[in-house]
């Protein structure tokens, strides 16, 4: 599997609204988050290499669904990519 999929930005547009409303979104610097990275096994070093791809790289993260994931996006290309848990 690789490590970064490219997914429908305007879908997970309105993913991301979904999960605002749901409140299963996780955000940066908050101790469950931290524990969710380690439980997926999301890799720090790909995180900085996916927001890498785009000039003004934000990241949105769903906890659980359908669509729990670590996604890295920009508005300015109209272009996501989800960021897939890692083996290392």
């Known amino acids: 599997m690789s490590k970064f999929e490219t997914v429908d930005y305007e879908q997970m547009l309105v993913q991301f609204q979904n999960a605002e409303t749901l409140g299963i979104r996780m955000t940066q610097g908050e101790l469950e988050t931290s524990e ?29 669904g359908r669509f729990k994931g670590f996604y890295v996006y920009s508005k300015n290309t109209h272009s996501c990519i989800k960021v897939n848990s890692g083996e290392i």
């Open 36 to 64: 969710w990275l380690q439980q997926e096994r999301i890799n720090q070093d790909d995180v900085i290499e996916a927001s890498k791809t785009f000039p003004d790289s934000r990241i949105f993260i769903i906890a659980s």
